[in-house]
C-alpha cells in the first residue's frame, strides 16, 4: 500500500497536494497495490481526495497536531504506515515535507528520495525514481531498496490526473508524543501564489537600477497572474525580500514559464531556474549567457519591452 | 554553550557537472571543493556569534567523509570554529551520514547542532531532520533567524510565501537559511590557527545504505533561442499561447 501525506494549509489543500495523491496512485498501479491519504490536524472536505485516486483517507487529529512540530506529524505519518501496512510513503518537497521526511525515514529505517520528479519504476523490491541533482545542473535516477521507502514528490513535477470520485474518509487513533514547538506566530503574504508552486514567474536582476522600478515587473506579474522573483545580488542589497532570490544558493524552481529581465544568466542563477518549461530573456546586451538558456529572447531595453509586454498580455487577456 | 555545526562537502558552484560516458557516475576531475554555502555562511557564523555572545562555549565541526575532506573541514576551523571530528566513510546516503552524526552527537550532549537546509549537491533537505529523530530532540528546518535566551530558543523558519516564528527548548537541532547570520572570510591569522587547532578522525559506526544512484543524465541541450523582435509584444504573446502553451 501507498500512503501519501496530503498536507493541508489552513485545513486546505493545494495543488501539491493533489499532485501528491495523483504521484501515489500512479505509483501504487506500478506496484499493483492501492493509494490511501493520510490528513493531520482539522481539515476540510479530505474525501475530496479521492477525484485523485485515493481509495481512502485518514484524518489524524489530536491536541498534538493542532499547530505544527516536526517529530509529531513523522510520528503520525510513520505509525500511519505501520497500522495500515503501507510501505511507500509520499509526501510534497516543501517547507512542512522537508521538516519531517528526515524524521519519517529515520523512525522507519526506510531509504528515501526527497525532491524526485517522475513516478518510479518498480524492479524486484526496489523503486527506482528521478530526481534533480546539483541544484538543476544533472538528473539522478536512484534507487530505493529498503523495506520501508520515503519520497518526496517536487512541485510543478507531475500533472493532476482526475481519476474517481470523493473517497470515505476515517479517523485514526495513534498514540502521538507531545509537541515540542510552540507556535508564536505565522505570517504569510496573501494574494501572490508561493514561489515554489507557481507556474507563471517574473524575474528580474541588476538590470532593474534600483528597487523603485520595480513596477515595471510587478505590473506584468499582475497582469499575467504571475508571482515575482529576483537575481541572488538584488536579494542581497535588500532592492527585494530574500524569500525571492532564486538560484543555485536560493529557491529552485519549475516553473512553466519563467521571464527574467535584467539578469545576465550566471550559472549559479541557471541551476535554480533552467528546469522551466519554457524561459523568456529580456536583455540589453545580446551577449548575455541567459540567451543561451532561453527559448524566447528579446533583446532590448527592459524599461520599454516590459510595458509593451505587459500591455500585449493584457489584450490578450480582453480578447 | 556546546554548539555542533554538521559540514558537507561539495563541488563549487560555478562548476559545469559532467559525467562519465555511461552515466554510472560524476567526472569528478578537475572539480573544486567547497564547504556547503548554507553550513559556512549561515550555520557556521550563527554559532560562533551566539558562543561569542554567551562568552565561552564551543563550536565543533563534523563532517562524515573521506581523507580528502580535511581541506574544507580546515577552511571552517579557519572561519572560527574551535576543533573538528570526521567521521572516516564515504557519506553514501544521507542516513547512513545522519546515524554516523547522531551517534558522534550522543557522545557529545550538544546544546544546539546545526546544519544547512540543504547541500547544493544532492539536494536533499533530509540529513538535519534525520538526526533529530535518532537523538528524539525537536527539529526546526530552514531557520533565518535564531536567538538563543538561557535554554529557549526563538527561531524563524521559512514557510512557503512567509515565515513562522516557533519558540522551543534546547536542546535543538536547525538547518539554516539565508538570513541567519552574514559570510565571514577567514583572516590570516584563522587560517594559521586552523592548522593547529584538533581534527579527530573517529571510524564509522554500523549503519546499512538502502539508496543508491543507479544513473545520471544532463538536462538536455536547448535548441536555438527565437529571438522576437522588441517592438513585438503581441507576436511574443502569441508564441508563449499558441507555441509554448504556457498561458
Ligand atoms: C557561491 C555563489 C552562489 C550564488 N548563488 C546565486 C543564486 O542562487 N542565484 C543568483 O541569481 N545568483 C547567484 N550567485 C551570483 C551570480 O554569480 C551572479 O553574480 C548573479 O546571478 C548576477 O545577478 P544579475 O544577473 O541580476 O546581475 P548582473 O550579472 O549584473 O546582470 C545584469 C544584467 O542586466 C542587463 N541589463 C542592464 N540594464 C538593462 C536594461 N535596461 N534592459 C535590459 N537588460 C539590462 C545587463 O546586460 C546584464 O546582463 C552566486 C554566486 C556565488 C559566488
Ligand atoms: C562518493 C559519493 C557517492 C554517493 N553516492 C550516492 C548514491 O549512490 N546515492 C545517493 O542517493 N547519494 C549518493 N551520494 C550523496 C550522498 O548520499 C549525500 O551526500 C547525502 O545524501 C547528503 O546529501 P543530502 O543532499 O541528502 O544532504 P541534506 O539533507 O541536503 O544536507 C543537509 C545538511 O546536512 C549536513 N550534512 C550533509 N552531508 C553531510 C556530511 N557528509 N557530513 C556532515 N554533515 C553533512 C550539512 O549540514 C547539510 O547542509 C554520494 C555521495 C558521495 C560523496
Not at chain 1, 495523483?22 to 475530496?48: F, H, W
Request: net charge negative; hydrophobic share 45%; aromatic share 6%.
Amino acid at each position: 500500500m501507498v500512503l501519501v501525506f496530503a498536507e493541508a494549509t489552513n485545513g486546505k489543500f493545494k495543488k501539491a497536494a493533489h499532485e501528491a495523491i495523483t504521484y501515489g496512485t500512479k505509483t501504487a498501479a506500478a506496484m499493483g497495490t492501492e493509494c490511501v491519504a493520510l490528513t493531520i490536524g482539522q481539515v476540510e472536505n479530505a474525501g475530496d481526495l479521492g477525484r485523485f485516486g485515493a481509495t481512502k483517507v485518514y484524518n489524524v487529529n489530536s491536541d498534538a497536531t493542532a499547530t505544527f512540530d516536526s517529530g509529531v506529524y513523522a510520528a503520525a505519518i510513520a505509525e500511519a504506515a505501520k497500522q495500515l501496512g503501507a510501505k511507500v510513503i509520499v509526501m510534497i518537497h516543501d517547507s512542512t515535507g522537508k521538516s519531517v521526511m528526515g524524521r519519517v525515514a529515520a523512525r522507519l529505517d526506510a531509504g528515501s528520495a526527497p525532491g524526485v520528479n517522475s513516478v518510479p519504476t518498480v524492479s524486484g523490491g526496489g523503486l527506482t525514481v528521478r530526481k534533480s541533482v546539483f541544484s538543476g545542473k544533472a538528473f539522478a535516477e536512484v534507487e530505493i531498496t529498503s523495506e520501508y521507502k520515503v519520497i518526496s514528490v517536487a512541485g510543478n513535477s507531475i500533472p493532476v490526473e482526475e481519476t474517481g470520485a470523493a473517497a470515505t474518509v476515517e479517523s485514526l487513533d495513534l498514540a502521538l508524543p507531545a509537541s515540542r514547538t510552540k507556535v508564536l506566530e505565522t505570517q504569510r503574504a496573501t494574494g501572490r501564489i508561493p514561489l515554489p508552486e507557481a507556474e507563471l514567474v517574473v524575474s528580474g536582476g541588476r538590470g532593474l537600477k534600483g528597487p523603485e522600478n520595480w513596477n515595471v515587473i510587478e505590473d506584468l506579474a499582475e497582469a499575467l497572474g504571475a508571482t515575482t522573483a529576483c537575481s541572488r545580488p538584488v536579494a542581497d542589497v535588500d532592492w527585494r525580500p530574500h524569500h525571492e532570490h532564486v538560484g543555485q544558493t536560493g529557491v529552485a524552481i519549475r516553473p512553466n514559464l519563467y521571464i527574467a529581465a535584467g539578469i545576465s544568466g550566471a550559472i549559479q542563477h541557471l541551476a535554480g531556474v533552467n528546469n522551466s518549461k519554457t524561459i523568456v530573456v529580456i536583455n540589453k546586451d545580446p551577449e548575455a549567457p541567459f540567451f543561451k538558456a532561453a527559448d524566447y529572447g528579446v533583446v532590448g531595453d527592459l524599461f520599454e519591452v516590459l510595458p509593451k509586454l505587459t500591455e500585449a498580455v493584457k489584450a490578450y487577456k480582453a480578447s | 554553550m556546546k554548539l555542533l555545526v554538521c559540514v558537507s562537502k561539495t563541488p563549487e558552484t560555478t562548476t559545469k557537472i559532467q559525467l562519465t560516458g555511461d552515466g554510472s557516475d560524476v567526472d569528478t576531475s578537475g572539480v573544486k571543493y567547497i564547504m556547503n554555502p548554507y553550513d559556512e555562511w549561515y550555520a557556521l557564523v550563527r554559532a560562533l556569534e551566539l558562543k561569542e555572545a554567551a562568552g565561552s562555549g564551543s563550536v565543533t565541526l563534523l563532517n562524515v567523509g573521506p581523507a580528502d575532506n580535511d581541506s574544507v573541514i580546515r577552511k571552517g576551523l579557519a572561519v572560527g570554529a574551535d576543533d573538528a571530528i570526521r567521521v572516516d566513510a564515504e557519506g553514501s546516503s544521507s542516513l547512513f551520514i545522519a546515524k554516523q552524526i547522531a551517534a558522534q552527537a550522543k557522545e557529545g550532549n550538544y546544546d544546539i547542532l546545526f546544519f544547512g537546509k540543504e547541500t547544493i549537491d544532492y539536494n536533499g533537505s533530509e540529513v538535519g531532520a534525520m538526526v533529530a529523530e535518532l537523538l528524539d530532540v525537536v527539529y526546526v528546518h530552514e531557520a533565518s533567524k535564531l536567538e538563543v535566551s538561557g535554554t529557549t530558543a526563538t527561531v524563524t523558519r521559512d514557510i512557503e510565501g512567509g515565515v513562522e516564528i516557533v519558540e522551543v527548548e534546547l536542546p535543538l537541532v536547525v538547518s539554516a537559511a539565508k538570513g541567519m547570520a552574514e559570510q565571514r572570510i577567514p583572516n590570516m591569522r584563522g587560517i594559521m590557527m586552523a592548522k593547529r587547532k584538533p581534527l579527530k578522525v573517529v571510524p564509522a559506526v554500523d549503519a546499512a545504505v538502502s539508496t543508491k544512484v543507479t544513473h545520471y543524465d544532463l538536462p538536455p541541450e536547448k535548441s536555438a533561442v527565437k529571438l522576437i523582435e522588441p517592438d513585438d509584444m503581441t507576436e511574443l504573446v502569441r508564441l508563449l499561447h499558441e507555441e509554448a502553451k504556457v498561458i
